[in-house]
């Protein structure tokens, strides 16, 4: 049941954080912008698990973070895609992107952790904590299911450290 706000019902009652992990090869292969950030083992979306509190359910993602097993010298600029389908295309870790014209019609959400905007970034110790722009965003997922699944993409050219991780941490208020 949501909360009621002037009249209105509004997204509710449940809150979940979802956490999906990308352990990068022992490589420092620099990326180009639009390049997938991925493993090199697997090139498949991300599976963000429960995200919706029942199956075709609906939430609004209005917290996120990477956290960054480095604090590179030039921090990371990424999108996570969010889609409500697992059906995508999905390029190989440092190769240019390949999601469809079709695949792209499932996108749900984008968000941005732009790791250029100092207002976005913390270093904690040898690690990097970066903070997600573009929030507030409802989503809905694909009946059958109570997932998303995820695709990362660099902005603008980063040179990962050999075996770098990225975790990312989204907090979803679930319908």
Do not use: H
């Amino acid at each position: 049941m949501g909360v009621p706000v002037e009249g209105r019902i509004t997204a509710g009652g449940i809150t979940t954080v979802v956490t999906v992990q990308i352990t990068r090869a022992a490589n420092a292969t620099a990326y180009t912008a639009n390049d997938v950030v991925g493993t090199l083992a697997v090139a498949a979306p991300l599976v963000l698990r429960n995200c919706a509190r029942t199956e075709g359910g609906t939430g609004i993602i209005y917290s996120a973070l990477m956290l960054d097993s480095v604090d590179a010298a030039t921090n990371p600029n990424f999108d996570l895609a969010l889609f409500d389908t697992s059906s995508l295309t999905v390029a190989a870790d440092n190769a240019a992107g390949t999601i469809t014209d079709t695949e792209l019609l499932s996108c749900v959400a984008v968000i941005t952790f732009d790791g250029t905007n100092a207002a976005n970034v913390s270093t904690v110790g040898p690690n990097l904590i970066i903070g997600a722009t573009a929030l507030g965003q409802a989503f809905k997922c694909a009946d059958g299911t109570r997932d998303l699944w995820g695709v990362v993409v660099d902005r603008g050219g980063y040179t990962p450290a050999s075996g770098e991780v990225f975790t990312f941490k989204l907090a979803i208020l679930q319908d």
